[in-house]
Nanobody, 128 residues
Framework: QVQLVESGGGLVQAGDSLRLSCAVS????????MGWFRQAPGKEREFVAA????????YYADSVKGRFTISGDNAKNTVYLQMNSLKPEDTAVYYC?????????????????????WGQGTQVTVSS
């Protein structure tokens, strides 16, 4: 059974960068659809980025497009979320998610209920 462990969160100032890591065990991330989601206090969990490694394709929320990048390291079996030009509204707990299914309908990557495995989350706080 695949397990996900996020790390790399922290407190930064607006305009700074952070790189989140999602270490994958019990499976190879390149065989999964991998996603990043975030949840701010009092708000629903929202889509940030996703990748269908088999066959390609990366997807981003409009709010992070051009600032965030999802990538993976096969040797480390780790998925990353590089976050640049951070804004206070990016403050949230960030979660890594995985699903064994290759989502042929790309819209499905944006919905939390489509993923069957989640990490514990890592806090990102951006001060103004």
């Amino acid at each position: 059974q695949v397990q996900l462990v996020e790390s790399g969160g922290g407190l930064v100032q607006a305009g700074d960068s952070l790189r989140l890591s999602c270490a994958v065990s019990g499976g190879t991330f390149s065989r999964y659809t991998m996603g990043w989601f975030r949840q701010a206090p009092g708000k629903e969990r929202e889509f940030v980025a996703a990748s269908r490694w088999s066959g390609g394709g990366t997807y981003y929320a409009d709010s992070v497009k051009g600032r965030f990048t999802i990538s993976g390291d096969n040797a480390k079996n780790t998925v990353y979320l590089q976050m640049n030009s951070l804004k206070p509204e990016d403050t949230a707990v960030y979660y890594c998610a995985a699903d064994r299914e290759y989502f042929s309908d790309t819209n499905r990557v944006r919905f939390p209920y489509e993923y069957d495995t989640w990490g514990q989350g890592t806090q990102v706080t951006v001060s103004s």
